[in-house]
């Protein structure tokens, strides 16, 4: 028999408009690894990033480095159009960034 959890789910934003969902006290940000890939700026230094990392790492990229990979760009994006410096929960924005770079290669 398994065991029913529940999970409180919130919704807030802040001032500029970043979408804030709070669930049992972690922070996930939906749209937000989408509006940074396809941004003028940080699109293509995304992809650039990504370039590099291949280059660097002939045998493959790991899943586990994504944070280590991009969360600098998310950082300098949050803090660019919303003004926040140390995004809360930004692997979960990066492990997206990371999925999103996986498909761009695929095509």
Sequence with gaps: MSKLTTKT???TSN???LVILGSNGQYIYP???QAIFDD???GPR???RLQ???VDHPAGLSESGHDW???YLVCAYTQ???GIKNLLNYPSVTKELFSLCLTKLSE
């Design 52 to 54: 590099r990392l291949l």
């Design 40 to 42: 003028a700026i940080f």
């Design 80 to 82: 660019t159009h919303f």
């Design 31 to 33: 749209g937000l690894a």
């Design 15 to 17: 001032a500029n408009g």
């Design 46 to 48: 995304i992809l650039k």
């Design 9 to 11: 789910l919130s919704t």
């Design 69 to 71: 990979y991009f969360g």
